[in-house]
């Protein structure tokens, strides 16, 4: 995350408009579990199922790991200028659980929903889509998903969790997220350009 920190700021120096702020807390896993809940099935775990989320060291830094089916979520208030504009949620992810085909069991699988108030779910409000198609097991890559935000939102859940074929289940392999970050940009071009600078920044996306 420090990285990223210096990419951008140097960036601003050239001539390149600043990021929007990260609007998660405790993105990057430095904090520990502060601001996340463990969820399964948006619902809360029992005590053995909550044992399936993890903070661990990845390479020498802090990541979400989740096993089991297990999610981390975390809810954002939007600010009231935010609807309207294109949202960006990004992260870096890796799994220990790898099919050739177009299997999703045990992948990393990032999404949220957006919220009205009162709760409503509105069309364009479930945001997901977001998971990595690693070619080897540990390998990491960005995930990351671009989606306008309609107007009333107040707030948002965001998960990490992993995502499940029918007739495939769970085998207790681990999917690894870090630096997860949530952004509001104007234009979906900025928030496109904002991608190739966090994939450069990490050296992913490759």
Request: contains cysteine; hydrophobic residues 40%.
């Amino acid at each position: 995350m420090r990285a990223l920190t210096v990419f951008v700021l140097l960036l601003s120096a050239g001539g390149v408009q600043p990021a929007p702020v990260n609007m998660l807390a405790n993105g990057d896993a430095r904090a520990g579990r502060q601001h996340w809940v463990p969820r399964m099935n948006h619902q809360l775990p029992t005590r053995e199922q909550a044992k399936d989320a993890t903070i661990e060291d990845c390479d020498g830094v802090p990541c979400f790991v989740v096993r089991n089916g297990m999610a981390w979520q975390q809810r954002i208030r939007l600010l009231e200028d935010q609807s309207g504009k294109y949202v960006l949620l990004i992260a870096t992810a890796s799994s220990e659980r790898v099919y050739q085909d177009d299997n999703i069991t045990g992948l990393p699988y990032l999404w949220a929903r957006l919220w009205t108030e009162p709760p409503a779910l509105l069309p364009g409000t479930v945001l997901q889509g977001m998971r990595i198609q690693p070619r080897t097991a540990n390998q990491w890559m960005t995930m990351h998903g671009i989606f306008p935000v309609p107007k009333g939102i107040v707030s948002m859940d965001v998960m990490l969790g992993q995502g499940e074929r029918k007739g495939t289940p769970q085998n207790g392999s681990a999917a690894r997220v870090k630096d997860v970050e949530v952004r509001f940009f104007d234009t979906e071009a900025a928030a496109q350009e904002y991608v190739a600078r966090y994939n450069a920044a990490h050296d992913s996306g490759r």
